[in-house]
């Protein structure tokens, strides 16, 4: 069944005040880096917004497009512009992985928003994610992912 077949079906079984899913296209990119520094600047030309980057001692959030800067990034959840989204992780090889996530106009994703509650106290509110479903061809359609969106008060 195709995403926009589902989203109809969804649609047909009536769940009045309920938000339903969209549909989308997801755009995947990923980049891997061997240096820290590489990390730094790959992430300042994303431009992101607002975020959270994992340090060696402490998660440090923003917002406003201020980055931290507390030594070298491990992890890291960015939103940028365009409904674009950056996900630094460590890479077993010793290096990192950025992918970026682009969120386009298509029809070959579902696409819900969601909100998680900030472990952090300095973080008040929640944390938004959107999280993109996709058929998987043997057990249906299934979450391949989730991008962060931002801080919700």
Request: hydrophobic letters at 35%.
């Amino acid at each position: 069944m195709q995403p926009k077949e589902l989203l109809n079906h969804i649609k047909n079984l009536n769940l009045t005040g309920k938000k339903l899913p969209q549909l989308c296209q997801l755009k995947l990119t990923t980049i891997e880096y061997q240096q820290a520094a590489e990390v730094k600047k790959a992430l300042k030309e994303f431009q992101p917004e607002q975020g959270w980057l994992c340090f060696q001692d402490t998660i440090a959030h923003f917002q406003n497009s201020k980055l931290p800067d507390e030594g070298v990034i491990l992890y890291g959840e960015v939103k940028g512009k365009n409904n674009q989204a950056l996900h630094i992780q460590p890479h077993n090889n010793g290096g990192w992985l950025l992918t970026t996530y682009q969120e386009q106009a298509g029809e070959t994703h579902l696409v819900e928003s969601t909100e998680l509650l900030a472990e952090n106290e300095e973080i008040t509110g929640k944390l938004a994610y959107r999280v993109y479903w996709q058929n998987d061809g043997e057990q249906g359609y299934r979450p391949i992912c989730a991008a962060f969106a931002g801080f919700k008060k």
